[in-house]
C-alpha cells in the first residue's frame, strides 16, 4: 500500500486546565480521540490511561497554536508526535480498524518520530469512555523510560509549550482555522 493511503496519527501536548496528550488516530474519515492525562508511555510495562473524547476533524492533526479564553479546552497546543499507523496484524486493513475500535480492543503499529511499534489500546470493561493505552514488548519498547519527559519540544515547529505561551503574550502567534 502506498504510504500515503496509511491513516494518520497524532499526539498533541495540551496544556489545559491539566496538562494531558491527546492521541488521535485516523478512523472512519475522523481523528478519533483520547486524552492521556500522563501521556504515552514506552514502557511495556506501564499502562496509561486514555479517556475517549469527541473525534475531530482530520485537519485537526497539524493544529498547533492556542485555544482561546473562554473556548473548551483553552490554552497552548503542540504536535508533540505524528506519523502514520496500521493495524498490527498484517493480514488486516484498514477498513478493519472500525471493527476493532467498535470491540474495544485495537492493536496497531504507530510509526511516528516519537512512538513507533506496537501498541494497544483497550478498553476498560463497564467502563465505556475509559481505555488503557499501553506498549507491545518489541524493538521499540524501552522499559523503564519516559518519553515524554525526554521530549517536550513539537515535532513540527520545535517549540515547547513555553514558547507558545511567549508568542501569545508577544502577539506574534498565527491564528489557525480548521478547515
Ligand atoms: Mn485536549
Known amino acids: ?16 486546565t491539566h496538562l494531558h496528550y491527546d492521541f488521535r488516530l485516523e478512523i472512519g474519515g475522523v481523528l478519533k480521540s483520547w486524552a492521556i492525562p500522563k501521556g ?37 497546543v503542540l504536535v508533540w508526535d505524528a506519523g502514520w499507523f496500521e493495524p498490527l496484524d498484517a493480514n488486516q486493513g484498514p477498513e478493519s480498524l472500525a471493527l476493532m475500535l467498535h470491540a474495544g480492543k485495537l492493536e496497531v503499529h504507530l510509526q511516528g518520530q516519537r512512538l513507533r511499534g506496537g501498541f494497544t489500546l483497550v478498553r476498560m470493561k463497564d467502563r465505556p469512555r475509559q481505555w488503557l493505552l499501553i506498549k ?44
Open 136 to 179: 507491545q514488548r518489541d524493538k521499540e519498547a524501552r522499559p523503564g523510560h519516559e518519553v515524554v519527559e525526554e521530549f517536550s519540544t513539537s515535532v513540527l515547529s520545535g517549540r515547547t509549550i513555553k514558547d507558545l505561551e511567549t508568542a501569545v503574550a508577544a502577539r506574534t502567534l498565527e491564528t489557525y482555522r480548521c478547515g
Open 1 to 16: 500500500m502506498p504510504r500515503s493511503k496509511r491513516p494518520i496519527f497524532t499526539v498533541q501536548k495540551h496544556q489545559a
Open 40 to 76: 504515552p508511555s514506552l514502557d511495556p510495562s506501564v499502562k496509561r490511561l486514555a479517556v475517549e473524547v469527541e473525534d475531530h476533524d482530520l485537519c485537526y492533526a497539524n493544529f498547533e497554536g492556542v485555544i482561546e479564553e473562554g473556548h473548551y479546552g483553552a490554552g497552548p
